[in-house]
């Protein structure tokens, strides 16, 4: 992949899910479930840590033995099939981004990941046509029948949703239409972690916009809420795609009202500036996400024999409004790697939304168990 690569914006479409007219779902096929060979979202978690100016470590973390608790994770956007819409096989792109993103939560919970049929890499740079409103209903049609069999055979259980880009845009609706009207369901949420797409909010408050009752996080131990961001390592562009509202006519943005796209640092709910939890996954990613992460990294992307690593370069985040956008401004501590937006500004570090704070993202979720579980 080239450094002028330009994504072109159906990026956004593909991440905000309308609805549409209803059709037919497949059955489902689950990418990661328990008790399920493989399973992308269960692995070692053999952890090389690395300091400066200190040797090398291999830890391994506890998991849990019996979670409570559940995670239903929906992946971003990784098909690279030649379609508008993906097939519900599994390929090795699918994989990847579940052992990239998902996994590591089996240290806190059980985690259910469906297959869906979503808008193609191939769809979002503009070489398979323009995509259809029915076209765009078959991933929400096939997460919905996924989230229906999860709940059907898992009533009574505190589940945490975590999302990511086209993933997050599917479970926002998930949330409005399924969780939000049902008051079981969403005394039953733990969170939601809509990473990597913009959950609008009045300016100043924390309810109201995307979502009508579910608030966002404000604390470590509030449950029932929502973490939700974006990440730069520079000023986002005026036509950056994260950090910002779009309004949408049809959908529940209110006219006349100003919004903002909700920002919470999972290393610093409260506010303010934190050092984040940066755990990456050290097997190397395929295809043309596999190019964009080495424009991200600035050259070979960080690895070591484990499965996991902690890298040496460290990094902080804050919260902060930034030419109209309302992001997690994400800046090196001493001589840290330069990150760089890929595969262009416009999308900030949307590559690494959950693995720049993966550590921090899995403290956050014990602490809103136990808070859960005193509850």
Same mark, same amino acid.
């Given at each position: 992949m080239r450094r002028g690569l330009k994504f072109a914006m159906p990026v956004a479409m593909a991440m905000s899910v309308m609805a549409a007219p209803a059709v037919a779902h497949a059955d489902t096929v689950w990418?990661?479930? *328990?008790?399920? /060979? *493989?399973?992308? +979202?269960?692995?070692?978690?053999?952890?090389?840590?690395? #300091?400066?100016?200190? $040797? @090398?470590?291999v830890v391994k973390p506890k998991a849990v033995k019996k979670p409570k608790f559940d995670c239903f994770y929906v992946y971003p956007t990784v098909s690279e099939q030649p379609n508008v819409v993906a097939n519900l096989d599994i390929d090795p792109a699918e994989v990847s981004i579940a052992q990239q993103q998902a996994a590591r939560f089996s240290q806190v919970c059980k985690v259910y990941a469906p297959i869906y049929r979503q808008i193609t890499l191939r769809a979002i740079l503009g070489g398979a046509g323009q995509v259809t409103p029915e076209e765009r209903e078959l991933g929400y049609s096939d997460v919905l029948a996924a989230w229906q069999e999860y709940r059907a055979a898992n009533a009574g259980r505190g589940f945490i949703l975590i999302g990511h880009s086209q993933g997050?845009?599917?479970?926002?609706?998930? %949330?409005?239409e399924q969780i939000e009207p049902d008051p079981v369901a969403r005394q039953e949420m733990v969170s939601a972690l809509i990473t990597g797409s913009s959950v609008a909010v009045p300016k100043g408050k924390t309810v109201g916009g995307d979502f009508s009752q579910i608030p966002i996080c404000t604390r470590p131990k509030q449950t029932g809420c %929502? %973490?939700? !961001?974006?990440?730069?390592? =520079? #000023? *986002?562009?005026?036509? /950056?795609?994260?950090g910002r509202v779009r309004f949408v006519p049809g959908g529940p943005? =209110?006219?006349g009202v100003e919004y903002? $796209? @909700?920002?919470?640092?999972p290393a610093a709910l409260k506010g303010g500036s934190a050092e984040l939890d940066t755990i990456l996954r050290t097997t190397p990613v395929p295809g043309l996400l596999g190019g964009a992460a080495s424009i991200l990294w600035?050259?070979?992307v *960080?690895? $070591?024999? #484990?499965?996991?690593?902690?890298? /040496?370069?460290? !990094?902080?985040?804050? +919260?902060?409004?930034?030419?109209?956008a309302n992001v997690l401004r994400v800046k090196g501590i001493g001589d840290a790697r330069k990150l760089t937006g890929s595969p262009n500004p416009t999308w900030g570090l949307h590559l690494v939304d959950i693995n720049i704070v993966l550590g921090d993202l899995i403290d956050v979720v014990r602490s809103q168990q136990k808070a859960y579980s005193a509850r």
């Amino acid at each position: 992949m080239r450094r002028g690569l330009k994504f072109a914006m159906p990026v956004a479409m593909a991440m905000s899910v309308m609805a549409a007219p209803a059709v037919a779902h497949a059955d489902t096929v689950w990418l990661c479930r *328990p008790g399920a /060979s *493989p399973n992308p +979202c269960k692995s070692s978690l053999k952890t090389t840590v690395r #300091t400066e100016g200190k $040797a @090398a470590k291999v830890v391994k973390p506890k998991a849990v033995k019996k979670p409570k608790f559940d995670c239903f994770y929906v992946y971003p956007t990784v098909s690279e099939q030649p379609n508008v819409v993906a097939n519900l096989d599994i390929d090795p792109a699918e994989v990847s981004i579940a052992q990239q993103q998902a996994a590591r939560f089996s240290q806190v919970c059980k985690v259910y990941a469906p297959i869906y049929r979503q808008i193609t890499l191939r769809a979002i740079l503009g070489g398979a046509g323009q995509v259809t409103p029915e076209e765009r209903e078959l991933g929400y049609s096939d997460v919905l029948a996924a989230w229906q069999e999860y709940r059907a055979a898992n009533a009574g259980r505190g589940f945490i949703l975590i999302g990511h880009s086209q993933g997050s845009g599917v479970l926002k609706r998930l %949330i409005r239409e399924q969780i939000e009207p049902d008051p079981v369901a969403r005394q039953e949420m733990v969170s939601a972690l809509i990473t990597g797409s913009s959950v609008a909010v009045p300016k100043g408050k924390t309810v109201g916009g995307d979502f009508s009752q579910i608030p966002i996080c404000t604390r470590p131990k509030q449950t029932g809420c %929502i %973490i939700s !961001y974006a990440t730069f390592s =520079q #000023t *986002p562009p005026e036509n /950056s795609l994260f950090g910002r509202v779009r309004f949408v006519p049809g959908g529940p943005l =209110q006219e006349g009202v100003e919004y903002e $796209a @909700a920002c919470t640092n999972p290393a610093a709910l409260k506010g303010g500036s934190a050092e984040l939890d940066t755990i990456l996954r050290t097997t190397p990613v395929p295809g043309l996400l596999g190019g964009a992460a080495s424009i991200l990294w600035g050259g070979k992307v *960080p690895s $070591a024999k #484990t499965d996991w690593l902690k890298p /040496s370069s460290r !990094y902080k985040g804050k +919260c902060v409004t930034s030419n109209g956008a309302n992001v997690l401004r994400v800046k090196g501590i001493g001589d840290a790697r330069k990150l760089t937006g890929s595969p262009n500004p416009t999308w900030g570090l949307h590559l690494v939304d959950i693995n720049i704070v993966l550590g921090d993202l899995i403290d956050v979720v014990r602490s809103q168990q136990k808070a859960y579980s005193a509850r």
